[in-house]
């Protein structure tokens, strides 16, 4: 304490450090989350209104939306007992790949999986078959060309005895994903 009597202006630098310290770096950091909560704010509002400048401008194409949406929905598969579509698509598939000549050497059903966000089943089947590599594309394009959406998610192949006129036996394995449309099902 002698040292505050010899130099008593720093007595007054000490209690401005306290003050500074306990009074006005909270009020500067309380200003800042102010400052951070008026930027999201403002930028929530800028937001809002783009959404309300912009319905102007979709509103008109709503129904022609709704219209492309309906017909893409039709495009799913209608709800139904899982083990009846499993076994009625695999059966149409097995079928359709006998009809290019070509033989399944494996096949089988792979997770199902939700797809909440459109209210969808996802059925996933992976194929694996030989034969003549010509009949392939035809395979590929019969099977895209299907009423129902068939997605082809992953199309591996490999090519062997290829000569300057046949372009040889393949080996192939294809993953084809099925969508079921679970609207039905929710209605029950």
Avoid: H
């Amino acid at each position: 304490m002698e040292i505050f009597k010899e130099k008593p202006y720093l007595l007054f630098l000490l209690a401005g450090l306290v003050f500074a310290r306990f009074v006005c770096v909270p009020i500067i950091e309380w200003q800042n989350e102010q400052k951070a909560s008026l930027v999201l704010e403002s930028k929530r509002v800028m937001k809002a209104e783009q959404a309300m400048a912009n319905e102007q401008k979709i509103e008109p194409l709503l129904p022609k939306l709704r219209a492309l949406v309906k017909a893409n929905r039709d495009r799913l598969y209608p709800f139904q007992a899982e083990n009846q579509f499993k076994l009625k698509n695999q059966q149409d598939l097995e079928a359709l790949i006998e009809k290019y000549a070509l033989s399944v050497t494996g096949i089988g059903w792979l997770a199902t999986k939700q797809v909440n966000e459109y209210n969808l089943t996802l059925y996933q089947l992976q194929v694996r078959f030989k034969g003549d590599g010509v009949k392939f594309p035809s395979l590929m394009a019969e099977i895209e060309s299907q009423a129902q959406w068939v997605e082809v998610d992953d199309f591996v192949f490999a090519f062997r005895r290829q000569s300057t006129t046949r372009i040889g036996d393949a080996n192939g394995q294809i993953t084809l994903n099925y969508y079921m449309n679970n609207e039905a099902a929710n209605a029950n």
